[in-house]
């Protein structure tokens, strides 16, 4: 359907986006990682053809957009990570003043409003002024904005950040279900790693504006497949250990947070009798030491040496 190729783009010093290749078949929720300033909303503000790339292309159908963008903006629908809404106006009023400037009228219009505001669970508060919303509430009346002209393609700017985790299940149902039931095709982007593992089929990972991987879930996981993960759970750190951990040449990569560490090792080492005896050597009392199975925040760590929300 979509297809970026060795699209770049440049802002003065900063190469916000580096040669990046990818395709969005039909029917696929594809999922966009990376952390903040990655280059997220730049490559899909190209894509959306909202902003001009400094080179490469972006074709529709096979046919170059750059220069005739038109029948795929018709077929977009842009959630943007910036609420854009009239708070004064209620949700009906706001979905009918988006849907006359997609030229829908009369009860077209109305029956899209209805339909829009029942798959975002508004139907309640559609005479509500959105004012009074909660931040949830907002961010799920600017995705049924951008479902009103029913697109084929939904692009989704990290929809999920910074409400409440009910509203973010009930988003995150409502694409799985926009995908199910209305064949939706969606870009999701998120520096969410278990958003992405929970509802994409396949994933690009974007880093300082490089793809650093990409392919299905279980595809992704194999980048890891030669070294495991392992969970090292305390109340607190001595110091002494995480150095200790730190300058241990089996350990690959680390990544310290309050109450867990996460250690990249090689497959065939057993790591666990030296974890304890660094703790023991140390005075580190430890919960638990445990093997996980990689997570995709473990495959970035992996890759890039950081976590993901560092
Ligand atoms: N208009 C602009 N002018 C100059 N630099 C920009 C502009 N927009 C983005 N950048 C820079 O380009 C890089 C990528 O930014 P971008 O917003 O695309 O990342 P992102 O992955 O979407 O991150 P976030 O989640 O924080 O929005 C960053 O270093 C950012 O500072």
Not at 252 to 269: A, C, L
Not at 280 to 303: A, I, M
Request: net charge neutral; hydrophobic share 40%; charged share 30%.
């Amino acid at each position: 359907m979509i297809e970026l190729v060795d699209l770049s783009k440049r802002y003065k010093q900063t190469e916000a986006v580096k040669k990046v290749n990818l395709f969005i078949e039909r029917g696929e929720i594809v999922g966009l990682l990376g952390p903040n300033g990655a280059g997220k909303s730049t490559l899909i503000s190209m894509l959306a053809s909202l902003l001009e790339p400094t080179s490469g292309d972006v074709r529709f159908q096979k046919k170059s957009v750059l220069r005739n963008p038109q029948p795929l903006r018709k077929v977009i629908g842009m959630v943007p990570q910036d609420i854009a809404l009239y708070e004064d106006l209620t949700a009906e009023e706001n979905l009918h003043f988006f849907g006359r400037i997609y030229r829908l009228k009369g009860k077209e219009l109305k029956k899209k409003t209805e339909e829009v505001l029942e798959q975002i669970g508004l139907t309640e508060h559609r005479k509500d002024i959105v004012k009074r919303f909660s931040g949830g509430m907002k961010r799920r009346l600017n995705i049924g904005v951008a479902m009103l002209h029913e697109p084929e393609l939904i692009i989704m700017d990290e929809p999920t950040v910074g409400i409440d985790p009910q509203s973010r299940n009930y988003i995150l149902e409502t694409v799985k279900r926009l995908n199910e039931e209305k064949k939706m095709t969606v870009l999701y982007t998120s520096h969410y790693m278990e958003e992405v593992e929970f509802l994409c089929d396949r994933i690009y990972i974007l880093d300082k504006g490089n793809l650093i991987a990409s392919g299905t879930k279980d595809e992704i996981k194999d980048i890891i497949s030669l070294e495991r993960a392992l969970s090292i759970k305390a109340d607190r750190w001595e110091n002494e250990f995480v150095t200790k951990l730190k300058g241990n040449p089996l350990i690959s990569r680390i990544h310290v947070e309050e109450k867990e560490i996460t250690v990249i090792v090689p497959r065939e080492v057993n790591m666990f009798s030296a974890i304890i005896q660094i703790a023991e050597e140390t005075g580190q009392e430890l919960n638990s030491v445990n093997r996980k199975d990689p997570t995709l925040e473990d495959v970035f760590l992996h890759l890039t040496g950081r976590a993901l929300r560092d």
